[in-house]
């Protein structure tokens, strides 16, 4: 019997996108990661998307707050204001 060697690890080939991406920061704002697993929290706040901005030095503009609580919305599955 001859031995098996294990298989090379292969790079993955994922897009890069911008650090700016909504998608990205909502994913950053909304969920924690602990041992490789994602924990949702409660529904954002304005003060959660403030105080991440801050952390971040990330200046949103209104639309970008809007964009950000319309896709919590969505997660939550609550009505859109």
């Known amino acids: 019997m001859g031995i098996i060697e294990k298989a090379p690890e292969l790079e993955r080939d994922e897009p890069e996108l911008p650090d700016n991406d909504l998608y990205w920061r909502y994913r950053r704002l909304k969920f924690g ?3 490789n697993t994602l924990y949702g929290r409660d529904r954002l706040t304005f003060g959660d998307v403030e105080s991440y901005a801050r952390l971040v030095g990330w ?22 204001k």
């Not at 200046?59 to 599955?77: K, Q, Y």
């Open 59 to 80: 200046r949103p503009n209104p639309n970008e707050v809007g964009i950000l609580m319309d896709i919590d919305a969505i997660f939550e599955a609550r009505e859109i």
């Open 33 to 35: 990661i602990h041992n």
